[in-house]
């Protein structure tokens, strides 16, 4: 199935693997691979992930090494990823 990012989750992205080039450089190249990875799982099953409880269409995806979720919903032609945030934010985004 297509996986899409909303211009928002495409900013995000952007945002943290600048940010995270610049102050991991023992490893530059893990936040983009780990979301590049999450992303190619999307494709192949949709339903990854555990629901989100405050808004039970979206599911949200552990990015175990990094510390992000990503946050997606499964519709009839796509898969829409809405955001991507840090579990050290202690609390979800707004959707």
Do not use: C
Request: aromatic share 10%.
């Amino acid at each position: 199935m297509k996986v899409e990012l909303s211009a928002e989750a495409r900013a995000q992205v952007r945002e943290i693997d600048a940010w995270w080039r610049e102050h991991r450089q023992a490893a530059p190249n893990l936040f983009s691979d780990e979301v590049e990875r999450a992303l190619l799982a999307l494709e192949q099953t949709p339903a990854l992930g555990v629901r989100y409880a405050p808004n039970p269409k979206v599911r949200r995806l552990l990015l175990k090494r990094t510390g992000y979720h990503v946050y997606a919903r499964e519709e009839p032609e796509r898969v829409y990823v809405v955001a991507v945030w840090s579990v050290f934010r202690r609390r979800g985004p707004h959707l």
